[in-house]
Nanobody, 123 residues
Framework: QVQLVESGGGLVQAGGSLRLSCVAS????????MGWFRQAPGKEREFVAA????????YEADSVKGRFTISRDITKNTVYLQMNNLKPEDTAVYYC????????????????WGHGTQVTVSS
C-alpha cells in the first residue's frame, strides 16, 4: 500500500520561503513520477510541479516557475518543493501525488495522493 505523507506547510509572510517534503513508502519507486498540486478554497486542484523518480525530468507550472523548485532524494524516498518569494495567491492546501508512469500535469492521471499540508501566505 503506497503512502504519501506531506509536511512543511505553515504561515509565512509574502516574500518568504517554505520547503515542503513528501515521504513515499509502500513499494519500490523506479519509473514513477512525483507531483505537487495545490487547491485553494473554491478552486479546482491545480498542478504545481513534477519530477520523475529517476530525476531526469522536471516541470513547473508557469505560475511558479522561477520561484518554486522540485527535487527528490532517492535515499530517503522523499520529494521536496522549495518555495521562494511566496505570494498571497500561493495560499492553498498542497498535495503530493504519485503517478505510476511518465511525467504529466493532469490531476486525473495520478494514482496516489497524500492528505495535504496547508500553506498560508499573508500580505
Amino acid at each position: 500500500q503506497v503512502q504519501l505523507v506531506e509536511s512543511g506547510g505553515g504561515l509565512v509572510q509574502a516574500g518568504g520561503s517554505l520547503r515542503l517534503s513528501c515521504v513515499a513508502s509502500g513499494r519500490t519507486f523506479l519509473y514513477d513520477t512525483m507531483g505537487w498540486f495545490r487547491q485553494a478554497p473554491g478552486k479546482e486542484r491545480e498542478f504545481v510541479a513534477a519530477i520523475t523518480w529517476s530525476g531526469d525530468s522536471t516541470y513547473e507550472a508557469d505560475s511558479v516557475k522561477g520561484r518554486f523548485t522540485i527535487s527528490r532524494d532517492i535515499t530517503k524516498n522523499t520529494v521536496y518543493l522549495q518555495m521562494n518569494n511566496l505570494k498571497p495567491e500561493d495560499t492553498a492546501v498542497y498535495y503530493c501525488a504519485l503517478r505510476m508512469g511518465e511525467l504529466t500535469t493532469l490531476t486525473s492521471t495520478y494514482d496516489y495522493w497524500g492528505h495535504g499540508t496547508q500553506v498560508t501566505v499573508s500580505s
